[in-house]
C-alpha cells in the first residue's frame, strides 16, 4: 500500500517556475514507477511525465517536454515536478500516482494522491 500527498501548487505568471512534491509513504516506494498527470476543468485527465524505480529512464508528454523535468530521491521517498516556462494552458490540477511499470495511461496507475492545483496567469 502506498498513500501519496502533492504539495508546491499555487498561482504563478506566465513565464514562471514551481516545483511539485508528492511524499509517499510505505517501505516499497523505491519499487514503484512514479507518474505527474494533470486535469484542466472540462477536460480529461493527461499524462505529463513518469520516472522509473531508479529514476534513469524519464518520460513526458510532448507539450511539457524541455519545460518539465521529474525527478525522485527514494532516500525521501519523494518524487518532484520541476515546472519551468509555465503557461496558462499547464493550468490544471496534478496528481502524483504510482505503478508497477512504465505507462502513459492513467488505468495503469495502482495509488493517487489528492491532487495540487496549478494556475498560470496570462
Known amino acids: 500500500q502506498v498513500q501519496l500527498v502533492e504539495s508546491g501548487g499555487g498561482l504563478v505568471q506566465a513565464g514562471g517556475s514551481l516545483r511539485l512534491s508528492c511524499a509517499a509513504s510505505g517501505r516499497t516506494f523505491s519499487i514503484y514507477v512514479m507518474g505527474w498527470f494533470r486535469q484542466a476543468p472540462g477536460k480529461e485527465r493527461e499524462f505529463v511525465a513518469a520516472?522509473?524505480?531508479?529514476?534513469?529512464?524519464?518520460y513526458y508528454a510532448d507539450s511539457v517536454k524541455g519545460r518539465f523535468t521529474i525527478s525522485r530521491d527514494n532516500a525521501k521517498n519523494t518524487v518532484y515536478l520541476q515546472m519551468n516556462s509555465l503557461k496558462p494552458e499547464d493550468t490544471a490540477v496534478y496528481y502524483c500516482?504510482?505503478?508497477?511499470?512504465?505507462?502513459?495511461?492513467?488505468?495503469?496507475?495502482?495509488?493517487w494522491g489528492q491532487g495540487t492545483q496549478v494556475t498560470v496567469s496570462s
Open positions: 520516472i522509473s524505480w531508479s529514476g534513469g529512464s524519464t
Open positions: 500516482a504510482a505503478a508497477r511499470a512504465i505507462a502513459t495511461v492513467d488505468n495503469m496507475y495502482n495509488y
